[in-house]
Nanobody, 115 residues
Framework: QVRLVESGGGLVRAGGSLRLSCVSS????????MSWYRQAVGHHREFVAS???????DYADFVKGRFTISRDNAESTSYLQMNNLEPEDTAEYYC?????????WGRGTQVTVSS
């Protein structure tokens, strides 16, 4: 069973920055694509960013130019650097990793951006 643990969320003013971390207990971390999703109250969970094993990144349009995803395979950790945050970025942020049958998910970290 793989465990994902997110951290780094908090309360920040609009225009501020946060860096989220996701630590994976899985042994195949370096071979897997890591993804970040978010879910705001009353909304569906939505894709934010992903990074493949070779470092290829993908972003949702609404975060391009503001968020950067990265990974440290030695630490089995994925990061999401979030700059120029907006109140609309307020959500619970989750990381995800593919599994043999279903995807693994962390419990999330709350990001709140005040105007």
């Amino acid at each position: 069973q793989v465990r994902l643990v997110e951290s780094g969320g908090g309360l920040v003013r609009a225009g501020g920055s946060l860096r989220l971390s996701c630590v994976s207990s899985g042994s195949l971390f370096s071979e897997l694509t890591m993804s970040w999703y978010r879910q705001a109250v009353g909304h569906h969970r939505e894709f934010v960013a992903s990074i493949s094993s070779d470092g290829t990144t993908d972003y949702a349009d609404f975060v391009k130019g503001r968020f950067t995803i990265s990974r440290d395979n030695a630490e089995s950790t994925s990061y999401l650097q979030m700059n120029n945050l907006e109140p609309e970025d307020t959500a619970e942020y989750y990381c995800s990793q593919p599994g043999p049958i279903w995807d693994y998910w962390g419990r999330g970290t709350q990001v709140t951006v005040s105007s």
